[in-house]
């Protein structure tokens, strides 16, 4: 089987800069994937590239069994749902909930004129009620709560029923039970077999759902470790890639993590 996922020496430069250097990386069938690591380590590079949006400098990248460079980009996105603040900000706030989901079926922000199935509207309707905002389909997009929104955008990314979804931070910003709704809801997204396959960006190992599998761990712009999760989120790799001495619990299916010394360093 081949992987969904397959990137073999990924290298991205910007001028005299490496964002990523050399990244091997195989993602397969079934997996739900964390990324971790600090500010600045490539996170969201990476997953431009998981989304056929930006191509490597050097190395290939093979998106379920397509290459970037060779297939079609336009083709390819739909089959990938990818929900980030850069594309949450394009939603336009007089939108209505419902048709921010639904829009997403013409791969727009914004509906004009497109003529939508029934059964559009009914995955719109069913993706806004799996992720408990079904209440909210007529309400105006920009009236909804930060929290609200994180769940629409990423009903919004479920839309064209994708084989991999990338999530980038989706936890940014929530205040504390508006993350652990999030983490229900992709907890309960990991636990389905039906899902696509997961790829979540996060800083915080409090935010990774029961029900992932595997971790990346991101340094600047190289993989310090990847794997099982359990095997993989180490007091040692974590405090490697975060530059500090860090601990780490786990208990209950979730993770905490904190500097290992009173005042840190
Ligand atoms: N177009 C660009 N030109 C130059 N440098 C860039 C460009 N895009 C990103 N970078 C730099 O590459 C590094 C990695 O950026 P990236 O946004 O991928 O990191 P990240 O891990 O997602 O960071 P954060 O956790 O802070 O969101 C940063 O130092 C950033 O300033």
New binding site residues.
């Given amino acids: 089987m081949s992987a969904v996922l397959d990137l073999q020496g990924v290298t991205v430069r ?2 005299p ?1 490496t ?1 990523l250097d050399g990244v091997d990386w195989q993602v397969n069938e079934g997996e739900r994937w964390v990324v971790l ?12 590239i998981l989304a056929g949006r930006l191509h490597p400098t050097a190395g290939t990248a093979d998106l379920l069994g397509e290459r970037i460079g060779r297939v079609d980009v336009f083709e390819l996105r739909p089959r990938i749902g990818f929900s980030s603040a850069a594309l949450a900000e394009r939603i336009p706030g007089h939108e209505k909930v419902r048709d921010v989901v639904l829009t997403a079926a013409y791969g727009v922000t914004g509906r004009w004129q497109e003529e939508y199935e029934a059964f559009d509207d009914e995955r719109a309707g069913d993706l806004l009620a799996a992720f408990d905002v079904a209440e909210l389909a007529d309400r105006h997009y920009g009236t909804l709560s930060e929290g609200e929104r994180k769940r629409v955008q990423i009903a919004r990314a479920l839309m064209t029923d994708p084989e991999i979804l990338l999530l ?2 989706p936890g940014a910003g929530l205040d504390l039970a508006g993350r652990e709704e999030l983490v229900g809801a992709l907890s309960e997204l990991a636990g389905d077999e039906a899902s696509p396959v997961l790829v979540l ?1 996060t ?1 915080h190992v409090e935010e990774i759902p029961p029900g992932f599998t595997h971790l990346l761990l ?1 340094g600047q ?1 190289t993989v310090q470790a990847a794997g099982q999760l359990g095997e993989t989120l180490t007091a040692d790799n974590l405090s490697e890639a975060f530059g500090m001495p860090l601990m780490v619990a786990h208990g209950g299916g979730r993770w905490l993590a904190r500097a290992a010394r009173p005042g840190g360093r």
Avoid: F, S, W, Y
């Fill in positions: 910007r001028g800069k964002i690591g600090p500010n600045g380590a490539g996170k969201t590079t990476l997953l431009q980038d931070e960006v800083h991101l712009g």
